[in-house]
């Protein structure tokens, strides 16, 4: 089993920053890529960035240019920097990895933001 804590979210001003952190720990062999997903009340969960082992990233549209994903691969750990926040980002953020075709999921840290 794999287990992801993730931390850092939180309350802040449209236009404020939070930086998200996700580590893993457990019986990791080869993690290959790590991502953020979001999820907003009512939405479906959505992609936002992602992280491979050879530290190439993708984002998300609507977060390109505001939000940074990286990598620790040493200490099994994600980040997400999150600048420029917007109302619209108000979610649940939940990190991710696949390993042996099995997903894992983080428990969700809530980011607010308010105008």
């Known amino acids: 089993q794999v287990q992801l804590a993730e931390s850092g979210g939180g309350l802040v001003q449209a236009g404020g920053s939070l930086r998200l952190s996700c580590a893993a720990s457990g019986r990791i062999f080869y993690i290959k890529a790590m991502d953020w997903y979001r999820q907003a009340p009512g939405k479906r969960r959505e992609l936002v960035a992602g992280i491979t082992n050879t530290m190439r990233t993708n984002y998300a549209d609507s977060v390109k240019g505001r939000f940074t994903i990286s990598r620790d691969i040493a200490k099994n750990t994600v980040y997400l920097q999150m600048n420029s926040l917007k109302p619209e980002d108000t979610a649940v953020y939940y990190c991710?990895?696949?390993?042996?075709?099995?997903?894992?999921w983080g428990q969700g840290t809530q980011v607010t933001v308010s105008s």
């Open positions: 991710h990895l696949s390993q042996d075709l099995r997903d894992y």
